[in-house]
Structure formats: structure tokens, C-alpha cells
């Protein structure tokens, strides 16, 4: 069982930039591929990036890649998505999940956090 709890989200402005935390807690965190998703209002929940067990492997979707970064600290049981140049299309919840391996899939999942709420003003 791993629990996980989100941070960092909040209001900014168009071209600002947010740190979101992933803070786990529970078994075996490093063992874990981990997947940062949004859902905006009226919309499904859509991956965004995931990065493997041990750092050593990242993928992200087509509308954040070159804006976001996901990393991770196995020592900290913590994981990280930087993100740049943000954009009033980025505004959602923002949920970390972790799974086995480094997944696109939401149903791949097997632990979710609760999310952080992210808004981007134009």
C-alpha cells in the first residue's frame, strides 16, 4: 500500500512556472513507476508524464514536453514535475500516481493522491 499526498499547486500567470510535490508514504516507494496526470473541469483525466522506478526513464505527453520535467528522490520518497511556461490550457487538478513500470495509462495505476488544484490566468 503507498499513500500519496500532492503539493504545490496554486494560482500563476500565463509564462509562470510551478513546482508540484509527490510525497509517499507505505512500502517499497522506490520500487514504484510513478505518473503525474490532470484533469480540467468537464474533461477526462489525461497522463501527462511518468518517469521509472529509478529515474533512469522519463515520457511525456505531446502538449507539456519541452515545459515540464518529472523527477524523483527515492531517498525522500518524493516525486517532482517542474513545470515552465505555463499556459491557461495547463489549468487542472493535478494528480501523482504510482504503478509497476512507466505507464500512459490511467487504469495502469494502482495508488492515487488526492491532487492540487493548478490555474493558470491569461
Known amino acids: 500500500q503507498v499513500q500519496l499526498v500532492e503539493s504545490g499547486g496554486g494560482l500563476v500567470q500565463a509564462g509562470g512556472s510551478l513546482r508540484l510535490s509527490c510525497a509517499a508514504s507505505?512500502?517499497?516507494?522506490?520500487?514504484?513507476?510513478m505518473g503525474w496526470f490532470r484533469q480540467a473541469p468537464g474533461k477526462e483525466r489525461e497522463f501527462v508524464a511518468t518517469?521509472?522506478?529509478?529515474?533512469?526513464?522519463?515520457y511525456y505527453a505531446v502538449a507539456v514536453k519541452g515545459r515540464f520535467t518529472i523527477s524523483r528522490d527515492n531517498a525522500k520518497n518524493t516525486v517532482y514535475l517542474e513545470m515552465i511556461n505555463l499556459k491557461p490550457e495547463d489549468t487542472a487538478v493535478y494528480y501523482c500516481?504510482?504503478?509497476?513500470?512507466?505507464?500512459?495509462?490511467?487504469?495502469?495505476?494502482?495508488?492515487w493522491g488526492q491532487g492540487t488544484q493548478v490555474t493558470v490566468s491569461s
Open positions: 507505505g512500502r517499497a516507494f522506490g520500487s514504484y513507476g
Open positions: 500516481a504510482a504503478g509497476r513500470g512507466t505507464m500512459v495509462a490511467v487504469g495502469a495505476y494502482l495508488y
Open positions: 518517469i521509472s522506478w529509478n529515474g533512469g526513464s522519463t
